[in-house]
Nanobody, 117 residues
Framework: QVQLVESGGGLVQPGGSLRLSCAAS????????MAWYHQAPGKQRELVAT???????NYVGSVKGRFTISRDNAKNTVYLQMNSLKPEDTAVYYC???????????WGQGTQVTVSS
């Protein structure tokens, strides 16, 4: 059974930092491109950052220079370091896994990030 379990969300003041983690099980992690999405209330789910199986990263423009995606294949875990957080970063953050062979796609259950003073 495939599981993606996010953790690390919470309430933080503007300008603060959070580190999200997504632990994967039931998949060969190194054969998956990983991504973080977020979904704000009343809005569609949007891509935030991606990291390929080979470690190449990409970011949406609004988070470039503030967020860093990374992965540890030995721990089957992908991370999202979020710095200089803004109220508009408030959303549920979801972990996503896309298989590079066969294209299987999986989602985590999400973790809430709230940026507010």
């Amino acid at each position: 059974q495939v599981q993606l379990v996010e953790s690390g969300g919470g309430l933080v003041q503007p300008g603060g930092s959070l580190r999200l983690s997504c632990a994967a099980s039931g998949i060969i992690f190194r054969l998956y491109d990983m991504a973080w999405y977020h979904q704000a209330p009343g809005k569609q789910r949007e891509l935030v950052a991606t990291i390929t199986s080979g470690g190449t990263t990409n970011y949406v423009g609004s988070v470039k220079g503030r967020f860093t995606i990374s992965r540890d294949n030995a721990k089957n875990t992908v991370y999202l370091q979020m710095n200089s957080l803004k109220p508009e970063d408030t959303a549920v953050y979801y972990c996503n896994a896309n298989g590079i062979i066969g294209g299987s796609r999986y989602w985590g259950q999400g973790t809430q990030v709230t940026v507010s003073s």
